[in-house]
């Protein structure tokens, strides 16, 4: 007879997955469709799930949710890779917390690309996978002692999911 030992694995690469916070997009709630089309957003019904993903909760809309398609400035640092693009806001929902090494569901059935970037904004390492190994890809990638903070991208369409740090 034999005993299995098990060992709390020590993680030296916390991280944490960071949602759009919720205040900078609650006007849209209030904005008559002529409103939004002034600033080129665009609401929608949602037909299909998966297809439509939150960048407050992190989740897919569901199908019969209104969201909102807008452009949406997600790397404002001040380097050339400063970038915007287009995302998806579900209506009338509050920003989801999640905690330390937990990633969302919503990853693991999409291509992702992954975006690895230092404290002046620069890339340091970037890749394309399945979701289903995004964990691991992230702890990986924080091996790397000046990468500060991911970008999780929709790698298909290109478009920002959200960011990633170190804890």
Known sequence: MFKIKFVEKNNMNNFKFIALHHLEFHYLNDFSEQDLSKQDIIKMTVDKCPGFPCRITLEDAEVGEEVFLLNYNHQSANSPYKASGPIFIRKHQMTKD??????????????????????????????????????????????????VYLHIHNAKPGCFNCVVVKV
């Open 98 to 147: 999640y905690q330390v090494n937990v990633v969302p569901k919503m990853f693991l059935h999409r291509l992702l690309s992954l975006r690895a970037y230092d404290e002046n904004g620069m890339i340091r390492f970037s890749d394309v996978f399945k979701g289903n190994i995004l964990k691991d890809k992230i702890e990986e990638t924080f091996n790397d002692k000046n990468v």
